[in-house]
């Protein structure tokens, strides 16, 4: 997709700028208009596509400056979710988890404003994260459908939808976020099927986000999935997890997590070079995407920039020398 | 028949009251808030709500625990707290506990959170743990599992102690762990309930949920407790049969609706449900309950689903 080798990109999620949540904040208690609200989105979108195009990223995205998380955010624009409330992921953090009251259907549109959106603001390539059916419905009730994979395939063809409307929109590069795959090994073929239905006649390039879980238990089946790019996070777990793509051919391109989402310390351009060198035991450099393990939204902007600027020096330096 | 109806434990915090700890205690890890008045408020709440649905049994809704099990280990010496850990299949996480040092019971765990309940409400139900702490935790301290989880036992027998002097005269244990345990692990279970329930002067029930209890027969017979809680919604077909085959004169506390789920059932479905274990049990050896706790759900659908359980027996 890209005519770079060793492109670098990221996962998706950007700190928010400190003055934004501070405005989200003030949106929220009704003490900001909503449109000066929409202006600050706007703003600090412009302010994370400069930061990753200073760090150097060659395919970017808007940092999801609108979103607070990956499933309402969806639902809420899509036919047949309803929301009664939040519901606890951990300690204080919440999640509005939709409810599934109907039979689901396209709407309006998910990303395309976004993508249109960051089209204006770069020359840069652009890829596009959605959050996939799968984990959107695991993460919602089913009130509807008699099965979890009835409701599976039926987002899966509102999401088909969508990623068409994206094509035509000009995008090129969509990855589908599917963090809930790893949960429920036993239903990855359900996972499969929604991938194939979700993926059927769009003409970009596709990839599949998974992180957190044991690979091995996704390993290889995974590689049947319809997407041409499998991006792992690797960096986590030291790497080790190299060993289990070593069994089997691996036939796809890779996004490889190269750099430790989870720690505030700032990997160095030498280390960075040396874990995409890993890489290669996997698949030859030409198929490896560089990116950093998962989104980057929960450290701080400076540490995320370090991390993107070092992570980029490395991927230029090692295409020097290949 | 007039069966009596509990909750099994959690309770959806009302939005204002996690509103309110998200600014106090923070998203990661601030201090603590204890009993102040906004918990009192939010407590006399969800008490409130569990009365007006008809429950007869109540719990405070555990709503300053920060999940099923770091609230437990918190006020014990001997635990830290390390990564998140997935709640068996639920989209929930917890802080894994880790044992390093001698488990003891420096302050009281619970006790204060019953005395609240109690100055709001009657009947109160506090809610122990015990397995399924010792088996969800990581022990990098006691030579040997055994030993780690007779310390708990220990230290959940002095808690339940306490709360029988405050007046508790029914205390439930959660073990959902029980359900995965192996034959040693049910064995070991029991005699860590011999060590919790000893020389305390209150009725114990021995919470189950998330599935059948096939793996516990005989020996759930045997534990030193007088209410047996099953999950009726995740093992219906095959709890029924467990007892059927294996009758007890221990009540039964039957969670007969889906406290994980926003789809509410039909009275007429429930009913159907009850009906078909009264064929086994007397009613009166009978709670009714929904299966789990209720903070899987948003606020507004947890009065809701009591609903439906009372609505089901009328
Ligand atoms: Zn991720």
Redesign the interface.
């Known amino acids: 997709m890209n005519d770079k080798i060793l492109p670098t990109t990221v996962v998706g999620s950007y700190p928010k700028p400190r003055w934004l949540n501070h405005l989200i904040r003030e949106h929220s208690d009704s003490s900001l208009s909503d449109e000066v609200m929409e202006s600050a989105y706007s703003d600090s979108i412009k302010a994370v596509v400069k930061d990753h195009e200073l760090a150097g990223v060659d395919i970017l995205w808007d940092g999801e400056m609108r979103r607070e998380e990956m499933t309402s955010y969806f639902a809420e624009h899509i036919n047949g979710f309803s929301?009664?409330?939040?519901?606890?992921?951990?300690?204080?953090?919440?999640y509005r988890?939709p409810?599934i009251v109907d039979e689901l259907s396209y709407r309006d549109e998910l990303t395309v404003s976004e993508y249109r959106n960051l089209r204006g603001l770069t020359e840069h390539d652009i890829k596009v994260p959605i959050t996939g059916p799968y984990t959107i419905v695991?993460?919602s009730?089913?009130?509807h459908y008699r099965t979890k994979e009835d409701a599976v395939y039926a987002l899966a063809e509102v999401i088909n939808q969508e990623l068409k409307a994206l094509v035509a929109a000009g995008a090129s590069f969509i990855q589908i976020d599917d963090p809930?795959i790893p949960?429920?090994v036993d239903e990855l073929e359900i996972a499969r099927n929604s991938v194939e239905i979700a993926t059927k006649g769009v003409k970009a390039y596709t990839g599949l986000h998974i992180c957190y879980g044991d690979y091995s238990k996704l390993y290889p089946q995974v590689l049947d999935f319809s997407v041409d790019q499998l991006d792992f996070e690797l960096a986590n777990k030291s790497f080790q997890d190299i060993s289990i793509f070593r069994e089997h051919d691996f036939t796809k391109d890779i996004g490889f997590g190269c750099v430790d989402v989870h720690t505030r310390r700032i990997e160095s351009v030498d280390e960075i070079k040396g874990n995409i060198k890993k890489a290669f035991e996997i698949v030859e450099p030409k198929r490896v995407y560089v990116d950093p393990d998962c989104g980057l939204k929960l450290l701080s902007s400076q540490v995320s920039f370090q991390k993107l600027s070092n992570m980029c020096a490395a991927a230029r330096e090692l295409r020097g020398e290949l | 028949m007039e069966y009596t109806l509990s909750t099994v434990g959690s309770y959806p915090r009302p939005e204002w009251f996690s509103d309110y700890l998200k600014k106090q205690e923070g998203l990661q890890k601030g201090s603590r808030v204890g009993i102040d008045d906004s918990y009192m408020r939010a407590l006399a709440e969800v008490l409130g709500e569990q009365k007006k649905s008809g429950i007869r049994l109540l719990t405070d809704g555990q709503l300053l625990w920060q999940n099923m099990l770091c609230h437990l280990c918190d006020s014990l010496d001997g635990f830290r707290l390390s990564g998140l850990i997935r709640y068996f299949d639920n989209n929930m996480y917890y802080q894994m506990p880790e044992a390093v040092g001698r488990v003891e019971r420096g302050n009281p765990i619970i006790l204060d959170e019953y005395r609240a309940a109690c100055s709001v409400e009657k009947n109160i139900k506090p809610v122990l743990s015990c397995y399924s702490l010792v088996d969800l935790s990581q022990n990098r301290f006691y030579g040997d599992e055994k030993e780690f989880l007779m310390d708990v036992a220990e230290v959940m027998n002095q808690e339940a102690k306490a709360l029988a002097g405050a007046g508790a005269s029914i205390i439930q244990v959660d073990e959902p762990s029980l359900l995965f345990a192996d034959k040693e692990g049910v064995e070991a279970a029991g005699e860590a309930l011999e060590v919790l329930t000893k020389g305390v002067n209150a009725s114990f029930i021995l919470a189950t949920y998330f599935r059948d209890a096939k793996g516990l027969y005989p020996e759930i017979l045997d534990y030193p407790i007088d209410v047996l809680g099953l999950d009726f919604v995740e093992g219906l077909k095959e709890n029924l049969k467990l007892i059927k085959e294996h009758p007890t004169e221990k009540i039964i506390q039957a969670g007969v609706v889906d406290g994980r789920t926003t789809l509410m059932e039909k009275p007429s479905e429930v009913k159907e449900v009850i009906d078909s274990i009264t064929e086994l049990v007397s009613g009166e050896k009978l709670f009714l309950s929904p299966n789990t706790g209720l903070e899987y759900l948003p606020y507004v659908k947890a009065s809701e689903k009591m609903g439906v359980l009372s609505a089901s027996v009328d």
């Open positions: 929301i009664y409330g939040e519901v606890r992921v951990w300690g204080n953090n919440y988890k409810s695991d993460w009730f089913n009130e809930a949960t429920h």
